[in-house]
């Protein structure tokens, strides 16, 4: 094992992300009975699951050309609108009907008279006269982009004719449309959200530990999540061939703790591509809040974004924070925020990567009641 040396930077909480390249290469071959037990026991790298990689790019596409900033850099290697509105059709049921509604959210706010947009929303809605009835909804409502977001989304999973929605992919409890910002400065991004959940705090406090952000709602993004801890030497403990960090006993879920934390997280976009890092995490609690009080960037693995080379590090800041409030009427107040900065790589700059992620960081945010009410835990 190879010894790492833990090294702080900075504050976090929890949506991250970036995204987005399509790559030609053919699908990894099959693994052997003793490659998957392998696998299993940590040894090796697991393969990407293309199910997951090909709806994660397709999500990640629309959220892209729906992009509000006039900013917004459009990258040509995303997968087409069409074939990424087929993508998100086909694997909303494995991997939650809510994205159907989020991505037809996104289309209409950015921009409903746009006809590729009212293609696919109508191909994501299985229902050819969805884009239509939206157009008519929205062609007096003057408002800001959050606001025609918040509207749609509410439209769509409270009729039923417009968008028939499979209960086993909605969130377990009610939520307002998360209010998403985000914002992009040489090469730092950063990104705040807030809603309103109802749902019993213990039970958020629950799903906003750490320890429980990978969870099968957050799949598009995290593959695992775990305690990890410095060796007597103050070290930690990293396998040099996976460079997952050794697993630690975990903490009390939901309760106080200070330590350290392994991430491995999944390009949500990107085949094959991840960061794995460690993150110094303090959280706490009070009668009425829980709060993931900082966690910030320890020690930046090692990671992937093809069609790069591998390499140690990755990340400059990854920080951030999330606190739970009792609102009072079973309601909890939720805010969080998160700052990113990458390092550069031979073909991904960190000014583009931080582009990639303003827009990662919006469909994480836009999901997050869905992550925290997770119907699959």
């Known amino acids: 094992m190879r010894p790492r040396l833990p090294r702080r930077l900075f504050v976090t909480i929890t949506c991250v992300a970036i995204v987005g390249c399509k790559r030609t290469e053919p699908p990894p071959a099959a693994l052997s009975p003793a490659s998957i037990e392998a696998v299993s026991a940590g040894s090796i790298q697991a393969p990407p699951d293309p199910r997951r990689e090909l709806f994660a790019q397709a999500v990640f596409a629309i959220y892209d050309r729906a992009r509000p900033s006039k ?106 449309y998360p209010t998403v910002t985000t914002e992009r400065k040489n090469g730092l991004v950063q990104a705040q959200i807030t809603t309103f959940i109802k749902d019993p705090l213990p039970d958020l406090a629950a799903h906003l530990d750490p320890q429980a952000w990978a969870n099968s709602c957050s799949a598009l993004s995290f593959a695992k999540t775990y305690v990890t801890a410095l060796k007597s030497d103050g070290t930690f403990d990293v396998d040099p061939q996976t460079f997952n960090a050794k697993q630690a006993p975990a903490k009390p879920i939901g309760q106080p703790w200070t330590g350290f934390l392994f991430e491995y997280y999944l390009l949500p976009g990107v085949v094959g591509g991840y960061f794995k890092n460690i993150l110094s995490v303090e959280t706490a609690s009070t009668s009425n809040s829980y709060e993931v009080k900082t966690y910030n960037l320890s020690d930046p693995i090692h990671s992937s974004i093809p069609p790069d080379p591998e390499r140690d590090g990755g990340l400059f800041t990854d920080e951030g924070y999330a606190l739970a409030t009792d609102a009072g009427n079973s309601n909890v107040f939720v805010q969080a925020a998160k700052t990113l900065r990458f390092m550069s790589f031979p073909t991904h700059s960190d000014m583009e990567l931080a582009d990639m992620a303003e827009t990662a960081l919006r469909m994480a945010g836009s999901a997050y009641v869905y992550w925290l009410c997770c119907p699959k835990n």
């Open 71 to 176: 900013e917004a850099v459009l990258h040509t290697e995303l997968v087409l609108l069409p074939v990424a509105a087929v993508n998100v059709e086909k694997g909303a049921h494995e991997f939650g009907d809510l994205w159907r509604a989020l991505t037809i959210t996104q289309l209409a706010a950015a921009d409903i008279k746009r006809l590729e947009f009212q293609d696919a929303i109508n191909v994501i809605a299985r229902n050819p006269t969805v884009a239509h009835i939206l157009q008519g909804r929205l062609a007096d409502l003057h408002v800001e982009r959050s606001e025609r977001e918040r509207f749609v989304y509410d439209l769509l999973l409270q009729d039923a004719t417009l968008l028939k929605l499979e209960s086993s992919g909605l969130p377990t409890c009610e939520g307002t």
